[in-house]
């Protein structure tokens, strides 16, 4: 074999060892992962400013790129996403170690989702411990190092503490998951860079972003009350996400790509890895090394979608949330409904558990599964059953007492932006005839593997329990009057699982592939808004915000509270004529930018009342401790009369004023 080839079979080899070797690997494979993860993490450890530098060149050539220089093309096209890769090498680690050694997984997607979930627990753990033995945040090669540490770590514990669970075949479909699992979102960061590096955030994102950077500062990413409506997100239900994300703001900085890379990584270990893990799960016989790419095909529109338009934001959406979340998510829950299947109750309780703290959706996703296992699998796993519910049961246990364990703790509990009383809210608020919602599901997996739940008779049982848990939530979100694009997430992605699965019984044998990669395509063009090019008018109007006299560098409440006067300049993204008659934000956009792009000349300036207003300053309003001036009249004019176009799809458009969405 050539070169890389057999570098590549022993990548695999260490990861999946040959039929009749034991799953544990023997200390000399455990070194050679070893090798294989150090090698591969060096780039993100040697260089976590390339971020930084080519964020800085997109901005310097107007929001958007290409730009024209080789040596900038270098760092776009080459290094940057070999700098990527090695990040997710680099976080993957402990993990994949993890499971390496205890031979826990049975595929290469399994060792995938193994591996984020157990660096999921890990890195968040050790990087606690050291930054309270230290003092000091761990950042850029500081929190570099640490995950290499800990990576070495659990190979040592693997070495000693490991032990032998059975054989297991590789097969070449192992070498098409990882090739692709790797391949395919550099090349979405490659096709979307703008929109990674250099769009503005929107408010989503920059609370995604802020929320991440909190635990720079504390154990909890949690707000105290005197922050203002910033101390509502997270929650118990949505905390988990902003584990991960605070690695990438620690490796790369305080940049836009440091909330939304994670959803690359997310994507690819997360919902591919568990999306390959279900449709293999039962199976005598390995998938087809085809599988893995027309997963992919379905993911691609997915991941346009949620990079585009999934958000009540009337501009355009952030892929930091919620699209990492959601990735996140589905990838945690698959997670669960494999280790359901394969019977492993300690991986059940992991990934439930994972589950329910990512994302309000995880406990309907839980309790969906729970129904549909029971009543469509046969004979009916009762004892699994009985622990799945007891997992929930614990997670809804556990959730109840955490705020009273933050509050004993001396930080601030949770939020409360998705508690029960919002969800009865909108059960009771309903609509019938929005037909255009179920284009949300068809479209984004890319139309074939909706279409596949059709052909009910011809699934098996694994896949009538997966298609059933994406119809009833479809239809648990469809009724709703208020709505968004991301609650239909599941019903998105799951058929992928029945098409796929169906097909590997022997139905469409010739014509499914060729026609899912066609109507891939298809979902693919028109999940495209007209306008790709990224909105920077946050940045612009951030950048001529001056702030006096702030906590922000420490992610103190007072910045965040006292930023809400800034809704007074111009209305909030969802605020009454935005777009067509006004322009609007979010404050926590403009204080971003305010801090990390500030302009020469500021045109308004947000400082504590104790100080004196700016010269031929105009007091735009006053609240407790904060004041908010204009200095530049003719530029509040030409902000105020800002008109963006759209970067939402057309298909996935929700008008504001419908009687049907909001």
């Given at each position: 074999m050539a070169g890389p080839e057999i570098a590549f079979d022993a990548l695999i080899w260490a990861l999946i060892p040959p039929a009749g070797v034991r799953v544990t690997a023997s200390r000399g494979q455990l070194l050679r992962v070893l090798a294989c993860l150090v090698a591969a993490s060096l780039p993100a450890l040697?260089?976590?400013?390339?971020?930084?530098?080519?964020?800085?060149?997109?901005?310097?050539?107007?929001?958007?790129?290409?730009?024209?220089?080789?040596?900038?093309?270098?760092?776009?096209?080459?290094?940057?996403?070999?700098?990527?890769?090695?990040s997710f090498v680099l976080v993957l680690g402990p993990g994949l170690m993890l499971a390496v050694g205890f031979g826990v997984a049975r595929s290469v997607a399994q060792s995938l989702l193994l591996g984020l979930a157990g660096s999921t627990v890990l890195l968040s753990i050790g990087v606690e411990v050291c930054e309270a033995m230290t003092g000091v945040p761990?950042?850029?090669?500081?929190?570099?190092?640490?995950?290499?540490?800990?990576?070495?770590?659990?190979?040592?514990?693997?070495?000693?503490?490991?032990?032998?669970?059975?054989?297991?075949?590789?097969?070449s479909t192992d070498w098409q998951t990882l090739l692709s699992a790797a391949l395919v979102p550099l090349l979405v960061l490659t096709a979307l860079l703008p929109k990674f590096l250099w769009e503005s955030f929107n408010g989503d994102g920059a609370h995604a972003f802020e929320a991440a950077r909190l635990l720079l500062h504390q154990p909890v990413p949690f707000w105290s009350p005197e922050a203002g409506a910033m101390s509502n997100y997270p929650g118990v239900t949505t905390a988990l996400s902003t584990f991960p994300v605070s690695w990438f703001v620690r490796l790369f900085g305080a940049t836009e790509a440091s909330a939304r890379l994670p959803y690359l990584l997310f994507v690819s270990a997360g919902l591919f890895a568990g999306l390959m893990s279900l449709i293999e799960v039962g199976r005598t016989e390995?998938?087809?090394?085809?599988?893995?790419?027309?997963?992919w095909a379905?993911?691609?529109?997915?991941?346009?979608?949620?990079?585009?338009?999934?958000?009540?934001?009337?501009?355009?959406?952030?892929?930091?949330l919620p699209g990492a979340q959601d990735a996140l998510l589905m990838g945690w829950f698959l997670g669960f409904a494999v280790a359901f299947l394969e019977g492993r109750v300690g991986l059940m309780a992991l990934f439930g558990l994972l589950t329910y703290t990512t994302s309000p959706a995880g406990a309907i996703l839980l309790g969906?599964?729970?129904?549909?296992?029971?009543?469509?699998?046969?004979?009916?796993?009762?004892?699994?059953?009985?622990?799945?519910?007891?997992?929930?049961?614990?997670?809804?246990?556990?959730?109840?007492?955490?705020?009273?364990?933050?509050?004993?703790?001396?930080?601030?509990?949770?939020?409360?932006?998705h508690e029960a009383g919002n969800l009865a809210h909108r059960l009771l608020d309903l609509q019938f005839l929005d037909w255009r919602r179920l284009l949300f599901v068809l479209v984004p997996g890319g139309i074939l593997p909706a279409l596949s739940v059709l052909a009910w008779r011809r699934l098996d049982p694994v896949g009538r329990t997966v298609a059933t848990v994406a119809v009833v939530e479809f239809l648990f979100f469809y009724f709703q009057r208020r709505t968004s694009l991301h609650y239909f997430v599941p019903a998105m992605v799951l058929p992928i699982v029945t098409c796929w699965r169906l097909w590997q019984d022997g139905y469409g044998t010739r014509w499914m592939p060729p026609v899912a990669v066609l109507l891939a395509g298809f979902a693919t063009v028109v999940s495209l808004p007209e306008n790709l090019r990224p909105h920077t008018a946050a940045r612009e109007v951030g950048s001529r915000l001056?702030?006096?006299?702030?906590?922000?560098?420490?992610?103190?409440?007072?910045?965040?509270?006292?930023?809400e006067l800034l809704s007074q300049l111009f209305p909030r993204d969802r605020g009454p004529g935005v777009p067509e008659q006004a322009y609007g934000g979010s404050p926590l956009s403009w204080l971003y930018y305010g801090f990390h792009a500030p302009g020469d000349s500021p045109a308004?300036?947000?400082?504590?009342?104790?100080?004196?207003?700016?010269?031929?300053?105009?007091?735009?309003?006053?609240?407790?401790?904060?004041?908010?001036?204009?200095?530049?009249?003719?530029m509040l004019m030409h902000d105020r009369g800002l008109r963006l176009p759209h970067g939402i799809a057309r298909i996935y458009h929700l008008n504001k004023h419908s009687d049907h969405t909001r």
């Open positions: 040697l260089d976590p400013g390339a971020i930084e530098r080519a964020a800085g060149l997109g901005f310097s050539a107007g929001g958007y790129g290409p730009v024209a220089s080789a040596e900038s093309s270098l760092l776009l096209y080459v290094w940057l996403p070999v700098v990527v890769l090695s761990l950042l850029a090669r500081g929190f570099g190092f640490l995950a290499l540490g800990v990576t070495i770590a659990t190979a040592v514990v693997s070495w000693w503490v490991g032990k032998p669970r059975g054989g297991v075949a590789r097969h390995r998938t087809s090394p085809k599988v893995p790419w027309l997963v379905g993911l691609i529109g997915f991941t346009l979608a949620m990079a585009f338009s999934a958000t009540h934001n009337p501009y355009h959406a952030d892929i930091a969906l599964w729970i129904l549909a296992a029971a009543a469509l699998l046969r004979p009916m796993p009762r004892g699994m059953l009985g622990r799945a519910i007891l997992v929930v049961i614990g997670c809804v246990v556990l959730a109840k007492a955490v705020p009273y364990l933050v509050e004993a703790s001396g930080y601030a509990g949770p939020g409360g932006e001056a702030i006096l006299d702030s906590d922000y560098a420490t992610s103190g409440p007072t910045a965040f509270r006292r930023s308004y300036m947000l400082q504590p009342s104790r100080n004196p207003g700016p010269e031929r300053g105009r007091l735009i309003a006053k609240e407790g401790d904060a004041t908010l001036w204009v200095v530049n009249e003719e």
